[in-house]
């Protein structure tokens, strides 16, 4: 087959930093080819490079389709506007006058969304959609735009269970269609079951491409690690404590309702469910992000009133956020202003900050939880998903709260990362902290929690023992009936 | 650890300034005696109070249109208490401070409990604070002042004027308090995220009402310099002067969008719109060609600093 892209020898640094260092990747056209390696690894780096939305330092681009489209991570699409006028956006209809022809391209919207099967209305609101409705419209638009190459970064972190099926077909229809698609995820399955072949990248460079039917789940991670990789992660049985953590009847309309249980020192409490289910909703309601509208909150054995994070903080509850660009970082501030933010009472004296022991501070979590940036000044913008993730982590952490929340802690993060948070939740939970552990990840829920609570539809559907369940009965629990 | 900022994101406008004095002192010797430089630095300070006040509201991310009108308002208020034999000078200070102090906070109020947009809260401000102004001197200057109280605008102190040295005791305790304090540093993060900010227990709307309570005190400050260096309270006072404030700020490398920059800054935008006024004035430029100038100015240095970070 033919190249339809060609990256040869590409470099690029940030910061000094090498992002990619004579990196390569050759895609044919009409291929689904999966690009793999830890965050960091210069992925995204250099599909920005092929999208040119960044400048190689040096290396050569070849292309030979019609165009390249990227589909972000985090969407930008005009959220006031309508599907069709998003679709159309930069290539509207219009007569001599410049004035627009909507029937026009609400018509050209229908029939790109429907030669996908996308099912959603032209006219609808951009904002009104989901976030999977809105992916789907973006691939549209592209589709639109003649692009021969699509570059989705992670676009099933965001999707569940059934949209990310919608997202699989959609990919096929492309396929079919001769449109090539580079694939980013950390998903497993979606890599074997989509890809035709899979390049590993590490540390900048390129690694490895092949047939997908050559590679097998342990040989491609150890490739993006480097080093062999033990699936299995051991979690000890917990020696729990009293009560850490009580609520009853915690309920906010349109959300959530009813949610009662208690969660112990030591113990780690895995929240499962599809996304939209309403765990991130419960979990914001105890931090007091969005405080509920009913019930009560009870820490050790006390009623606690929760309305903002600062309560919730000052009772010993802390929470790393699953939106991590919206709350969990500054991104213009430094790792040491981000890490020590939620705590900056502990190294002040009158109100003046001690710039000796905050920075002490700030390096004993840069080293404990092995934090990569060039130094402790470097912009949190400017570090890879994992090490903001750790940022956040570390914030919260020398909080030193009793009580952790974790909305998907390891969500957009390599794998080399992940083992590193998986261990150090196990490690917290150890001490006698008690977590309250909310993923979509069925591996990671059921190898860490002590016991899990399904939700469905804002409700608790079933608790189970991760000893004694499967994903296919967590999942039975949580799909609407 | 090293640091990881190659220089210190003023140094450029330092080097402008210090380029800028001179050539001017070149260009007209007379930039560069004692006489002009106090006169410098005396034209300035009621700018710096002004825009070291909007510093903190602009590092939240937000805006004060009100500065002007509340100069004029506060001014009236204090020149009301300052008649001789009246409530003596410290005590009209202190009402033209809290005056201003008051309506900053009823701006931090709308903006934070109303969940208003700064700008509208401010603009509303503006023009209220102004009609108050109007309203409290009949619209007539107030004047007829203690000698106490006009003393503030026009002594010195080891021969440089007072306003210059509040103006100084203003910065080094914003400096202070913005780089230093726990207080300070909650700013910049309401700045930088809000959102992030209010996660990490940052009490948001607490910081905000507090940025704008200071800055409606500057101007209140403003106010009682300026009346008192005018020897009247002028309703029709600091038209505009918001601009120049907010100006110096910009120039100083704050962003509008809050979260980065600083006092230090501020000063030094400051310090260049009065340096280029004063030489301009030296040069016997006409005030219309000032005003352009100023306005490339004011452009061209936010455009530097854009250039310099992409």
Request: proline share 3%; aromatic share 4%.
């Amino acid at each position: 087959m033919p190249a339809l892209l060609e990256l040869e020898n590409i470099s690029k640094s940030f910061w000094g930093i090498r992002a990619l260092d004579g990196a390569g990747l050759t895609v044919a056209a009409g291929e689904v080819h999966a690009l793999t390696g830890e965050n960091g690894a210069g992925k995204s780096t250099l599909m920005k490079i092929a999208a040119g939305l960044e400048r190689a330092d040096s290396g050569a681009i070849r292309f030979t389709g019609g165009a390249i489209a990227m589909i972000h991570q985090e969407l930008l699409p005009f959220p006031e506007m309508t599907v069709a006028e998003n679709i159309c956006m930069g290539a509207e209809s219009a007569n001599a006058f410049g004035w627009l022809d909507k029937s026009a391209m609400r018509r050209r919207a229908a029939e790109l969304l429907a030669r996908l099967g996308v099912d959603v209305a032209p006219g609808a609101r951009m904002g009104s959609l989901s976030f999977a409705g809105q992916q789907s419209v973006e691939i549209a638009k592209a589709v639109g735009q003649q692009a021969s190459l699509l570059i989705m970064d992670e676009p099933t972190s965001a999707l569940s269970a059934r949209e990310s099926e919608r997202l699989f077909r959609i990919i096929a229809e492309l396929k079919q269609r001769g449109v090539a698609v580079i694939y980013i995820s950390h998903r497993m399955e979606e890599i074997f079951r989509l890809a035709d072949t899979i390049t590993v990248m590490r540390d900048g460079r390129h690694v490895a491409t092949r047939p997908a039917r050559e590679f097998d789940e342990a040989g491609l991670i150890s490739l993006m690690v480097g080093r062999d990789f033990d699936a299995a992660l051991a979690r000890r049985p917990a020696k729990t404590g009293a009560i850490a953590l009580e609520v009853r009847n915690l309920a906010r309309p349109g959300a959530f309702g009813g949610i009662s249980f208690a969660l112990r020192e030591g113990e780690i409490l895995g929240l499962a469910g599809l996304i939209g289910a309403g765990r991130t909703e419960i979990a914001s309601a105890i931090f007091g992000l969005e405080p509920a509208a009913a019930g009560e909150i009870l820490v050790r054995g006390r009623p606690a009133r929760i309305t903002s994070p600062a309560d919730a903080l000052a009772h010993g509850i802390a929470m790393v956020t699953e939106d991590r660009r919206r709350y969990g970082f500054i991104g213009g501030m430094g790792v040491r202003e981000n890490v020590t933010l939620g705590s900056l009472r502990r190294y002040c004296a009158g109100g003046f900050v001690r710039r000796g022991a905050e920075a002490a501070a700030a390096d004993a979590q840069m080293r404990a939880l092995s934090i990569r940036a060039a130094s402790r000044e470097q912009p949190v913008k400017y570090l890879s998903g994992g090490n903001q993730q750790k940022v956040v982590l570390a914030r919260a952490l020398l909080a030193d709260p009793a009580i952790l929340i974790l909305d998907e802690p390891t969500r957009g993060i390599d794998v080399g990362a992940k083992t590193e948070i998986y261990g150090l939740i196990s490690r917290l939970a150890a001490e006698g902290k008690a977590i309250l552990l909310v993923s979509s990840e069925m591996n990671e829920i059921l190898s860490l929690s002590d016991r899990i609570l399904v939700i469905r539809e804002g409700a608790i559907a079933a608790e189970v023992a991760p000893q004694r369940t499967t994903p296919e009965e967590i999942l039975s629990y949580a799909m609407p009936q | 650890m090293k640091r990881t900022r190659p220089w210190p994101p003023q140094l450029g406008l330092a080097i402008a300034l210090a380029a800028l004095m001179a050539g001017l002192a070149l260009a007209r010797p007379g930039f560069f005696t004692l006489g002009n430089l106090i006169n410098l630095v005396r034209q300035i300070s009621i700018n710096g109070i002004l825009a070291a006040g909007v510093t903190y509201v602009l590092l939240t991310g937000g805006v004060d249109l009100s500065l002007g009108s509340l100069v004029a308002l506060t001014g009236v208020i204090a020149a009301g208490f300052a008649h001789p034999g009246g409530y003596g000078a410290a005590m009209a200070v202190a009402a033209g401070i809290a005056a201003g102090a008051v309506c900053g906070a009823i701006n931090g109020l709308l903006v934070t409990r109303g969940r208003m947009a700064p700008f509208v809260v401010t603009l509303g401000m503006m023009t209220a604070a102004r009609g108050l102004a109007l309203l409290a001197s009949g619209g007539r200057p107030v004047s007829n002042l203690s000698a106490a109280f006009t003393r503030i605008g026009s002594g010195d102190f080891a021969g440089i004027p007072l306003p210059s040295w509040i103006l100084l005791a203003v910065a080094l305790a914003s400096h202070v308090f913005l780089r230093h304090m726990r207080m300070g540093r909650h700013v910049y993060a309401v700045g930088g995220n809000e959102a992030a900010a209010r996660a990490s227990g940052v009490h948001v709307n607490r910081v905000k009402m507090a940025c704008y309570t200071v800055c409606g005190a500057m101007a209140g400050l403003a106010g009682v310099v300026l009346a008192s260096r005018i020897t009247t309270g002028q309703p029709n006072a600091g038209i505009g002067y918001e601009l120049d404030a907010i100006a110096a700020v910009v120039i100083g490398g704050t962003s509008l969008n809050g979260g980065a920059g600083g006092i230090g800054g501020t000063i030094l935008g400051a310090l260049l719109i009065g340096v280029i006024n004063n030489g301009l004035d030296l040069l016997n430029v006409s005030s219309y060609y000032q005003q352009v100038i100023k306005g490339v100015i004011i452009v061209g240095a936010v455009w530097l600093d854009r250039s310099k970070k992409s």
